[in-house]
């Protein structure tokens, strides 16, 4: 029976052929660990309730049922000795544009509207899942505490929740925890990113997809570059040469045949292009703890400038993300905009024409410009404030002056105020970052109370320290 036998030769050399595929592939080991998985349970839902507290999480049926799709189809095929039966896998979308995603013990995952958005298909999106969901069935959070001093399991949610999410506000929810334990002993190292990246493509392969999108994905969020690469970088640093080994990795798995869309990519991304634009992260957590509107936007009132107290002689220090920390009156309170943040005390602040705007107190950000001199990009920023207010002129010229430990020019101008309509004093103080970029704080008052807010003005520079 020749048809027999060319079958069975044709089913062994099958046989053979996926022994020798998956004898090639990486073998992964779990590390050590000294928690349960229960433990890892029970730490993830409490960090899960701080993200609620701390993030704009999304509770929206239409994004969480897509992302849930994607993250039900990987779990599936997450490999048997890397199933735990106590996990239960969530899959959030958090509003915040930057490319991010992030995943807790137990299994809770997070994914930023702006993976979504900048994807170019879902495979893309499947393959930064798939990353993620890595570490939690490696039970990376807790193994890498198993190398900490013992704490009460209670405690060390925060500072886990704060080294897995990173960044700004990852520090931000590491600071409130009840334990002393560095943030950055936490982070995940370079071996447990590496063993992420080779389980991801395991898991994808398995599940249909192609484990080529994880490698490409990463490579366009490493080169994005303003604000979406250096917050995932910085929470998933690169083992060198993860596009190559993971490209590696791919030639080497039996991609099953894909199921297509799980549910709808294009509807997806056609749906979140209908809402508000997503706020950065750092703008969302400040609002939300601010107690402000997604948007950053503070109410319709108007100043009211004849109740504002004088600057507080006790001051209060912020950490402004990764840029600079600064310490401000007390009774001044902190309102961030898309590029800046704005102290102000209470009566000082408000929206006129739709517009937000401050009769006492200091802006503080940053200027895109094509200058190469500071001078010429004070200038810049000068002209452009003269533009929403056209009294405004400069009696003098420039001075010399410290900011952060750098050079830099201060100002003084006069302008007449839209809101009052009397007489107000700006100071202007400018230095340029290595990038290029013009760093400015601006420090407003009535004239007639500039000798107290130049003091405090003066003050809130001098503590500006930047973090790079």
């Known amino acids: 029976m020749p048809g027999a036998r060319s079958r069975v030769a044709s089913l062994v050399a099958v046989v053979a052929v996926s022994a020798a595929v998956a004898a090639a592939q990486t073998r992964i080991v779990a590390p050590k660990n000294k928690y349960s998985p229960a433990d890892d349970v029970k730490l993830g839902q409490e960090a899960a309730r701080q993200v609620e507290q701390q993030l704009p999480v999304m509770h929206d049926s239409q994004v969480n ?31 915040v544009r930057e ?42 959070g807790t193994a890498q505490q198993t190398k900490a001093t013992p704490y009460a399991i209670g405690q060390v949610a925060g500072q886990i929740l704060g080294s897995i999410v990173g960044g700004g506000w990852g520090q931000v929810i590491s600071a409130g925890s009840q334990v002393g334990i560095g ?14 990246d080779i389980l991801g493509t395991h898991i994808m392969a398995a599940a249909g997809y192609d484990p080529r999108d994880m490698a490409n994905v990463f490579k366009t969020i490493q080169q994005e570059g303003g604000s979406g690469a250096p917050e995932w970088m910085s929470d998933h640093p690169d083992p ?24 709808g990519f294009q509807s997806a991304r056609a749906y979140l292009s209908r809402l508000p634009p997503a706020p950065s992260t750092e703008e969302a957590t400040k609002n939300r703890r601010a107690g402000r509107t997604p948007s950053g936007e503070v109410s319709n009132r108007r100043p009211e400038p004849a109740n504002v107290p004088l600057p507080d002689t006790h001051l209060t220090s912020y950490n402004e ?42 802006e503080i950000g940053i200027a895109r410009n094509e200058s190469h001199d500071a001078r010429t990009a004070t200038d810049e920023l000068i002209q452009a404030l003269r533009q929403s207010n056209p009294r405004l002129s400069q009696p003098s010229g420039y001075q010399r002056a410290s ?17 009052t309509g009397g007489a107000e004093t700006i100071e202007v103080y400018t230095t340029q970052l290595d ?34």
């Open 65 to 95: 049922g897509y992302l849930a799709r994607i993250g039900e189809r990987l779990v599936a095929n997450i490999p048997p000795e890397f199933q735990h039966p106590e996990f239960h896998y969530t899959f959030t979308g958090v509003n």
């Open 99 to 140: 490319i991010n995603a992030f995943a807790l013990p137990g299994g809770p995952m997070f994914i930023n509207r702006g993976m979504i958005e900048k994807a170019r298909n879902e495979g893309e999106i499947a393959g930064v899942m798939a990353h993620e969901l890595s570490h939690v069935a490696l039970r990376h």
């Open 183 to 196: 943030a950055a002993f936490l982070r995940y190292p370079r071996e447990y990113e590496k063993q992420a």
């Open 240 to 263: 060198g040469n993860r596009y190559e080994y993971i490209l590696q990795e791919a030639q080497m798995l039996d991609v099953r045949p894909g199921q297509g869309d799980a549910g």
């Open 321 to 362: 993300g990764n840029l600079f920390r600064v310490s401000v009156p007390s009774n001044w309170q902190e309102l961030p905009g898309s590029n800046s943040v704005t102290f102000a005390p209470e009566g000082a602040y408000g929206s006129v024409n739709g517009s937000s705007t401050f009769t006492h107190g200091m």
């Open 403 to 419: 900011i952060g430990g750098r050079q830099g020019l201060h100002s003084v101008l006069s302008n007449v105020s839209d809101v």
């Open 435 to 468: 990038d290029g970029t013009l760093f400015y704080a601006l420090g407003v008052s009535p004239r007639d109370q500039y000798g107290s807010y130049s003091r405090a003005f003066s003050s809130v520079v001098n503590s500006i320290h930047f973090s790079r």
